[in-house]
């Protein structure tokens, strides 16, 4: 007598991929395998696991992203830095100096392997 599906809930699941959770993670909710995550997608959404969890984490890509635009618009500075970088090339503008001063102890080595290769 083959063992009892276990209960996998559709909803759930979506709700699970649209937090980016692995396929582990998925399936240690539902305390199951992998394996079984896997065969229960073809059978009940007619697709593979990595096609399923690309159609339903994009939901929460899509919630993450108006979230961060809500703080934005709210005035959340450190959201509005980082999205300016994100989607407008903003960065910011380090500068630097560069010394070319040549330490003496580095003229003395130099003059030694320079007198060094012209005695061998």
């Known amino acids: 007598m083959a063992r009892p599906r276990i209960e996998i809930d559709t909803e759930q ?3 699970l991929c649209g937090m980016q959770c692995t396929l582990g993670e998925i399936a240690a909710w539902f305390k199951c ?3 079984t995550i896997e065969r229960w997608s073809k059978r009940e959404l007619s697709t593979s696991f990595a096609d399923a969890y690309k159609m339903f984490s994009a939901d929460g890509k899509i919630s ?3 979230m961060q635009f809500k703080a934005a618009e709210a005035g959340n ?3 509005l830095i980082w999205l300016g970088k994100q989607y407008l090339g903003q960065s910011d503008r380090i500068e630097a100096a560069v010394s070319t001063t040549v330490d003496e102890s580095v ?9 060094r290769a012209e005695h061998e």
């Open 77 to 79: 500075t450190s959201m």
């Open 107 to 115: 003229k003395a080595m130099d003059a030694y392997f320079k007198q």
């Open 64 to 66: 993450l992203r108006r």
């Open 33 to 35: 395998s992998e394996d």
């Open 13 to 15: 699941f979506k709700k």
